[in-house]
C-alpha cells in the first residue's frame, strides 16, 4: 500500500564528470509501498543517479535523503536499508546458489538462523531447492535474474533498485519477474527501477521519464498517456524523445 511518506528525497541533485552534467537538477520524492519507474534510453543518466542513490557514488551536488539517510554522511546506514540488483545480475557464476546466498547473507548482516530460513522459504518459493549446490553460471539466464532479485531481498530492505534487470530475457520470463516485484511490494518494500522496455512503464505507479540528464517527466502513466494523447508509455516516451 503506497502512503505519503518519502522513503527517497532527491533536490537539486547534479552529477558532473569533468565538463559533462550526466545528471543536471533532478528533482523527485519516492514513496513507502510504490514502484517507482526510472525511464529513459542509454546514457540518459539513469544508472549515474541509482548509484548516488545507493551511496556507491559521491554526487556533485544536492541533497539527498535515502530511507531517512543522508546521501553524505550516511551511507553505510543506507547501504544497511537498500537492495540493489544491477543490470548484470550481481551473483558469483563460479559459486553454487547456496554460497551466493550464504555470502549475501554475511554482508547484509543477517543471523545464521534468519539468513537459512529465508533460504529454505525462498528456494521453495522460486522451486529452485533442488538446484540449491549448482553453480550459478550454469543455470539458464531466467533463473539467474529471479535469483538474483530475490537474494536483493534477502534481508528484507526498505527499497529495492532494480537497474534494468530484465534485459535479455524472454517476454514470458519478464512477466513472471514482475510477480516477484509485485510480491516484494506487498510485503512492504519500496522498488525503484530501471528499464528501457516501455510495457513495464505501465506496471510503475509513477513514472520518471529522464532525456540529457534531466528530468523531463513524471506522473502516473495514465497521466502521461492523457497528458501526451498517447495510447501507451511506447507513444509518451517517443513524443518526448522527438
Given at each position: 500500500?503506497?502512503?505519503?511518506?518519502?522513503?527517497i528525497?532527491?533536490?537539486n541533485?547534479v552529477k558532473?564528470?569533468?565538463?559533462f552534467?550526466?545528471?543536471d537538477?533532478?528533482?523527485?520524492?519516492?514513496?513507502?509501498?510504490?514502484?517507482?519507474?526510472?525511464?529513459g534510453?542509454?546514457?540518459?543518466?539513469?544508472?549515474?543517479?541509482?548509484?548516488?542513490?545507493?551511496?556507491?557514488?559521491?554526487?556533485?551536488?544536492g541533497?539527498?535523503?535515502v530511507?531517512g539517510?543522508?546521501?553524505?554522511?550516511?551511507?553505510?546506514?543506507?547501504?544497511?536499508?537498500?537492495?540493489?540488483?544491477?543490470?548484470?545480475?550481481?551473483?558469483?557464476?563460479?559459486?553454487?546458489?547456496?554460497?551466493?546466498?550464504?555470502?549475501?547473507?554475511?554482508i547484509y548482516?543477517?543471523?545464521?538462523g534468519?539468513?537459512k530460513?529465508r533460504?529454505?522459504?525462498?528456494?521453495?518459493?522460486l522451486?529452485?531447492?533442488?538446484?540449491?549446490?549448482r553453480?550459478?553460471?550454469?543455470l539458464?539466464?531466467?533463473?539467474?535474474?529471479?535469483?538474483?532479485?530475490s537474494?536483493?531481498?534477502?534481508?528484507?530492505?526498505?527499497?529495492?533498485?532494480?537497474?534494468?534487470p530484465t534485459?535479455g530475457?524472454?517476454p514470458?520470463?519478464?512477466?513472471?519477474?514482475?510477480n516477484?516485484?509485485?510480491?516484494?511490494?506487498?510485503?512492504?518494500?519500496t522498488?525503484?527501477?530501471?528499464?528501457?522496455?516501455?510495457?513495464e512503464?505501465e506496471y510503475?505507479?509513477?513514472?520518471?521519464?529522464?532525456?540529457?540528464?534531466?528530468i523531463?517527466?513524471?506522473?502516473?502513466?495514465e497521466?502521461?498517456?492523457k497528458?501526451y494523447d498517447?495510447a501507451?508509455?511506447?507513444?509518451?516516451?517517443?513524443?518526448?524523445?522527438?
Amino acid at each position: 500500500m503506497i502512503t505519503t511518506e518519502p522513503v527517497i528525497t532527491v533536490k537539486n541533485m547534479v552529477k558532473k564528470f569533468g565538463t559533462f552534467v550526466a545528471n543536471d537538477n533532478l528533482n523527485f520524492e519516492v514513496y513507502k509501498g510504490e514502484i517507482f519507474g526510472f525511464i529513459g534510453a542509454n546514457g540518459a543518466g539513469k544508472t549515474t543517479a541509482i548509484r548516488i542513490l545507493c551511496g556507491l557514488s559521491t554526487p556533485t551536488s544536492g541533497e539527498m535523503k535515502v530511507a531517512g539517510f543522508d546521501i553524505y554522511r550516511q551511507t553505510e546506514k543506507i547501504k544497511q536499508n537498500i537492495g540493489y540488483m544491477s543490470q548484470k545480475f550481481s551473483l558469483y557464476e563460479d559459486l553454487t546458489i547456496n554460497e551466493n546466498i550464504r555470502f549475501f547473507g554475511g554482508i547484509y548482516g543477517m543471523k545464521i538462523g534468519e539468513r537459512k530460513a529465508r533460504t529454505i522459504e525462498m528456494l521453495e518459493r522460486l522451486e529452485l531447492k533442488e538446484f540449491a549446490n549448482r553453480k550459478i553460471g550454469d543455470l539458464p539466464l531466467g533463473w539467474k535474474q529471479k535469483l538474483a532479485f530475490s537474494i536483493a531481498i534477502l534481508h528484507n530492505p526498505r527499497i529495492v533498485f532494480l537497474d534494468e534487470p530484465t534485459g535479455g530475457v524472454d517476454p514470458i520470463t519478464r512477466r513472471q519477474f514482475w510477480n516477484l516485484i509485485y510480491e516484494a511490494v506487498e510485503k512492504g518494500i519500496t522498488v525503484f527501477v530501471t528499464t528501457h522496455y516501455m510495457d513495464e512503464a505501465e506496471y510503475c505507479d509513477r513514472v520518471s521519464i529522464m532525456a540529457d540528464g534531466r528530468i523531463v517527466a513524471l506522473d502516473t502513466p495514465e497521466k502521461l498517456k492523457k497528458q501526451y494523447d498517447a495510447a501507451n508509455m511506447d507513444e509518451v516516451f517517443l513524443k518526448i524523445a522527438r
